[in-house]
């Protein structure tokens, strides 16, 4: 005859363990199990994160060039770089580059989206999408090295094709006009591409019936996409154009292996300036202090977007 074991209770179930070293060990295991997975990534962006916005940030309010021992000098860096006029032209070409940048990057991307979503048979929407990002997984020094003798005024390939239409070789490279086009140019052809696919994944978001109803109501061809697609589009043209401006402002490979900032400083830029502060001059406290404000002013501008977006960005 079997006998059946009760607990006190008389209720026929085993004995609870709830309280037991093993059900701990397997409490413990489970709250810190996550962190562990996450150590690795933490600890990486502690030191080559976290820290160095830390020790950037502290090297602004120090004088230190590497061989000496670094002094306390205040906001003397601060100063010196808002009396400095090489870096007041640095960015005021980096605030002419990313109004006229991004605003040819996101016209360009908005309307070949526009056009491969629409005109165009699915097989050959993916053919293009490759084809438009695929400068942007080049290297920019590469691609500034081959843009560099493309636009050469003696031997390009540019002014040879201009040359056989009848028009006289242009100094793209030797004058400030050209040389600021050439680089606004190439910065744009080798970026648009990341900005089209955010305008493709927000046109295929939105709906088919949209559409019908807009042409129910008389909608047709420009009116349909300024009353439909940009209001519908409105969130992804807010990250293409917080993510544009925050890159364009960064720029550097572009303006240095084309023209190294010239001729004269017509395309040298703040992040240029930060490079020769630190690494020509060895002026890291200096270099800091640019960096500083310029990361102050990307924070600026970022929040200012997110701010106007609550009037602008319509969500579905």
């Given at each position: 005859?079997?006998?059946?074991?009760?607990?006190?209770?008389?209720?026929?179930?085993?004995?609870?363990?709830?309280?037991?070293p093993a059900s701990r060990r397997g409490r413990v295991q489970q709250r810190w199990l996550p962190w562990a997975f996450l150590a690795p990534t933490i600890v990486g962006m502690g030191i080559?994160?976290?820290?160095?916005?830390?020790?950037?940030?502290?090297?602004?309010?120090?004088?230190?060039?590497?061989?000496?021992?670094?002094?306390f000098v205040g906001f003397d860096n601060f100063a010196e770089v808002v009396q400095d006029p090489t870096v007041r032209v640095s960015f005021l070409n980096t605030i002419v580059f990313v109004i006229v940048a991004v605003a040819l990057q996101l016209g360009l991307a908005?309307?070949?989206?526009?056009?491969?979503?629409?005109?165009?048979?699915?097989?050959?929407?993916?053919?293009?999408?490759?084809?438009?990002?695929?400068?942007?997984?080049?290297?920019?020094?590469?691609?500034?090295?081959?843009?560099?003798?493309l636009f050469n005024e003696q031997f390009g390939v540019v002014n040879w094709l201009l040359s056989l239409v009848g028009i006289?070789?242009?100094?793209?490279?030797?004058?400030?006009?050209?040389?600021?086009?050439?680089?606004?140019?190439?910065?744009?052809?080798?970026?648009?591409?990341f900005s089209f696919l955010l305008f493709i994944g927000g046109l295929a978001s939105i709906p088919v019936e949209t559409y019908e109803a807009a042409s129910i109501d008389g909608a047709t061809?420009?009116?349909?996409?300024?009353?439909?697609?940009?209001?519908?589009?409105?969130?992804?043209t807010l990250v293409a154009s917080v993510m544009a401006i925050i890159n364009a402002l960064q720029v550097f490979d572009q303006p240095y292996v084309l023209t190294r900032g010239g001729p004269g400083?017509?395309?040298?830029?703040?992040?240029?300036?930060?490079?020769?502060?630190?690494?020509?001059?060895?002026?890291?406290?200096?270099?800091?202090?640019?960096?500083?404000i310029l990361t102050l002013i990307i924070m600026a501008i970022t929040a200012l977007q997110f701010r106007l977006s609550k009037r602008f960005v319509f969500y579905q």
């Open positions: 005859m079997s006998t059946v074991t009760r607990n006190p209770a008389g209720t026929g179930r085993a004995p609870s363990h709830k309280g037991g080559f994160t976290l820290l160095p916005i830390v020790a950037s940030v502290a090297l602004a309010f120090l004088r230190w060039d590497i061989i000496s021992a670094p002094t908005l309307g070949l989206a526009i056009m491969v979503q629409e005109k165009l048979p699915a097989w050959l929407r993916v053919f293009f999408r490759s084809a438009f990002f695929f400068p942007l997984i080049l290297s920019a020094a590469s691609v500034s090295i081959f843009m560099r003798y006289p070789a242009v100094p793209w490279l030797t004058t400030p006009t050209g040389s600021a086009a050439v680089v606004i140019l190439v910065y744009v052809w080798q970026n648009f591409g061809g420009w009116r349909k996409h300024w009353y439909v697609t940009l209001p519908l589009l409105s969130p992804a400083d017509s395309t040298r830029t703040a992040v240029m300036v930060i490079f020769e502060s630190a690494f020509q001059r060895l002026e890291f406290g200096q270099a800091s202090a640019i960096g500083v």
